[in-house]
C-alpha cells in the first residue's frame, strides 16, 4: 500500500473530501474567488493567497530561535515569546498546507535540525502539566485576577502536537527526529493508553463552566477537554511514523512492537472509538473541537481518525520490518482476529486496501502463536522524560512557587502588554482561514453564518438559536468584550 497517496483533485483545487484516501487530511481550498465556481457554493470561495502569516525570511529566523527550556522557565517572558513564535509557525504551516503552495515551515524545521527540539519542548511541557500544574491548582490562597498566562502553558503542549501532526506528514521530518523519535513513539503510547482508559468513564467534558467554579477549577476542566484532543492528535502523529516503518531503526521498532505492543492498543482504540458516542439515539463524532451529530446517511461513512487506526495497523502487521520484529503471541493474535468483524464490506469499498489486512487475518487463523521472546538485545531507549525526571526529582513545590511569585502573578500593565501581544498573534482573518471546517451554531451545532457582534468569538445559524444560549454564554462575552477594549 502506498503510505502517502493523494486523491486527484479538480484542475481549479475546489474542496475534496477531509479524508478519501488513504494519506489524504488536509483540506483544499478553492482559490478562485467568484461565486459558484464550486458545485454547491452558494458565494465566492475562500482565497487564502493574502493570508501569509510570515515572509520566508521571518520564518527562517524563528525556527533558527527555536530552543528547549527548563521546566522552571515555563511562562516566563523568553518561554513566551517562543510560544509565540510557535503559535505563528504553526498557523502559517497550516496554511502553507491548506493552499498546496509548497511547505517551507517544514522544510526550515528538518535543516535547521529543530524537530528534536520540538519533541523534547513536548515532552517538558507535559510533564509541567503532570507534576506542577496539580501542585499550583493546589494552592488555596492562590486566588489570579486572570488565568490567561497559565493557559497559555497548558495550551502549549497542544499547540506543538498540532504542528507535529502538520508536518510529520511528510517523511523527512520523522527521520530528521533522530533519536528523539523513541521519545515521541513513548509519548503516542502514554495519550492513547490514557483514550483508550477514559473511554470506560464516558465521553470526554463539554467544557462548559459551572457558575460555582473558581477560574482555577475552570482552567482544570478546560485542560481536562484539551488532554483529550491532544491524544487525538497524537494518534496522527503515531500514524505518520508507522508510515515510515521501513526506514526506523530496529530500537524504535522493537519499542512499538514488543515494549508496546502497539497493535494490540490499536485495536482497543477501536473497539472502544473514544471519539464516538450515542446521545438520545443518535450518534455524535467529536469534530472541530466538539461534539457533532452524524446524519444517518453519513453513519457508514469511514471517520479521519478511523482511518488513521486502520493505516497505523496496515503499516504495523503487513510491512516484511514490523512482520520480522512482531513476536505473535496468543494474547495478540486473539486481540489481533477482533478486527475481521470490523471489516465490512463497506469498510473495503472505502479503503480498498484493507483487503490485504483481511487476506493477513484469515492466515493468522492458522498461524502458530509464539512464546514470548527475551532475547538479550542491546538497544537504545528514550531518555528525555527520565532526564527531565531525574533532574527535577522533589522539586515540584519549589518551582511552582518559584512560578507563582515570578510568573503567574504579572501586574495589570504586563497583562496590557501581554494582551496587545495576543491579538497580534492571533489574527482574526487567519484563525478563521485555518479552522478545520465552517462555523457551527453554539447552541444547535448547525453550519453557522452569523457572529456575537460583542464578543465576536460565538457563531449561530438565526437569532432564535442566540436568544437561547444567552443564559450560558452571556457572562463570558461581556468579559471578553471588556477584555478586547482593555487592549
Not at 457533532?292 to 503499516?315: C, F, H, M
Not at 496468543?330 to 475481521?340: E, H, I, V, Y
Not at 472505502?350 to 538497544?379: G, Y
Not at 527531565?388 to 511569585?405: D, F, P, S, Y
Request: charged residues 25%.
Amino acid at each position: 500500500m502506498a503510505a502517502r497517496t493523494h486523491a486527484p483533485q479538480p484542475s481549479h483545487n475546489c474542496p475534496v473530501p477531509d479524508f478519501g484516501t488513504v494519506g489524504v487530511r488536509r483540506p483544499r481550498v478553492c482559490q478562485h474567488p467568484h461565486p459558484g465556481c464550486c458545485p454547491g457554493s452558494a458565494g465566492p470561495c475562500l482565497d487564502m493567497g493574502d493570508l501569509e502569516l510570515l515572509l520566508p525570511g521571518e520564518a527562517e529566523v524563528l525556527v533558527r530561535g527555536l530552543r528547549s527550556f527548563p521546566l522552571r522557565e515555563m511562562g516566563s517572558e523568553g518561554w513566551n515569546q517562543q510560544h509565540e513564535n510557535l503559535e505563528k509557525l504553526n498557523m502559517q504551516a497550516i496554511l502553507d498546507a491548506t493552499v498546496s503552495q509548497g511547505e517551507p515551515i517544514q522544510e526550515l524545521l528538518v535543516t535547521h535540525g529543530k524537530v528534536p527540539t520540538l519533541v523534547e519542548e513536548l515532552i517538558t511541557v507535559e510533564m509541567w502539566k503532570q507534576k506542577v500544574f496539580p501542585v499550583l491548582c493546589r494552592v488555596e490562597d492562590f486566588k489570579p485576577q486572570n488565568t490567561f498566562p497559565i493557559y497559555m502553558v497548558v495550551h502549549h503542549e497542544a499547540s506543538i502536537i498540532n504542528l507535529l501532526e502538520t508536518v510529520f506528514f511528510h517523511k523527512e521530518v520523522c527521520e530528521s527526529a533522530e533519536d528523539t523519535v523513541l521519545d515521541l513513539v513513548d509519548y503516542c503510547h502514554r495519550k492513547l493508553t490514557l483514550l483508550v482508559a477514559r473511554s470506560g468513564c464516558g465521553s470526554p467534558p463539554e467544557g462548559e463552566g459551572s457558575q460555582d467554579s473558581n477560574p482555577m477549577q475552570e482552567l482544570q476542566k478546560q485542560a481536562e477537554l484539551m488532554e483529550f484532543e491532544i491524544a487525538l492528535k497524537a494518534l496522527s502523529v503515531l500514524r505518520y511514523i508507522t508510515d515510515c516503518v521501513d526506514s526506523l531503526s530496529l530500537s524504535t521498532l522493537s519499542r512499538m512492537l514488543s515494549t508496546h505492543n502497539l497493535p494490540c492498543l490499536l485495536v482497543e482504540l477501536l473497539e472502544h472509538s473514544p471519539w464516538s458516542r450515542w446521545e438520545g439515539g443518535k450518534l455524535q463524532q467529536f469534530e472541530g473541537s466538539r461534539w457533532l451529530t452524524v446524519a444517518p446517511s453519513e453513519q457508514q461513512k469511514l471517520r479521519k481518525l478511523d482511518g488513521q487506526v486502520w493505516i497505523a495497523l496496515y503499516n504495523l502487521l503487513l510491512s516484511p520490518e514490523a512482520q520480522a520484529r512482531y513476536c505473535l503471541t496468543s494474547f495478540a493474535k486473539g486481540q489481533l482476529l477482533k478486527l475481521r468483524a470490523f471489516l465490512t464490506d463497506t469498510l473495503l469499498d472505502q479503503l480498498p486496501n484493507l483487503a490485504h489486512l483481511q487476506s493477513f487475518l484469515a492466515q493468522l487463523t492458522l498461524t502458530e502463536t509464539q512464546p514470548p521472546k527475551k532475547d538479550l538485545v542491546l538497544e537504545q531507549i528514550p531518555e528525555i522524560w527520565e532526564r527531565l525526571e531525574r533532574e527535577n526529582r522533589g522539586k515540584w513545590q519549589a518551582i511552582a512557587k518559584h512560578q507563582l511569585q515570578h510568573v503567574f502573578s504579572p501586574s495589570e500593565q504586563d497583562l496590557r502588554l501581554q494582551a496587545r501581544r495576543w491579538a497580534e498573534t492571533y489574527r482574526l482573518d487567519v484563525l478563521e482561514a485555518v479552522a478545520p471546517e465552517r462555523p457551527r451554531c453554539a447552541y444547535c451545532s448547525a453550519e453557522a453564518s452569523k457572529r456575537c457582534s460583542r464578543c465576536q468569538n460565538e457563531w449561530y445559524c438565526c437569532r432564535e438559536c442566540q436568544v437561547k444560549h444567552w443564559e450560558k454564554h452571556g457572562k463570558t462575552c461581556v468579559l471578553a468584550a471588556q477584555g478586547d477594549r482593555a487592549k
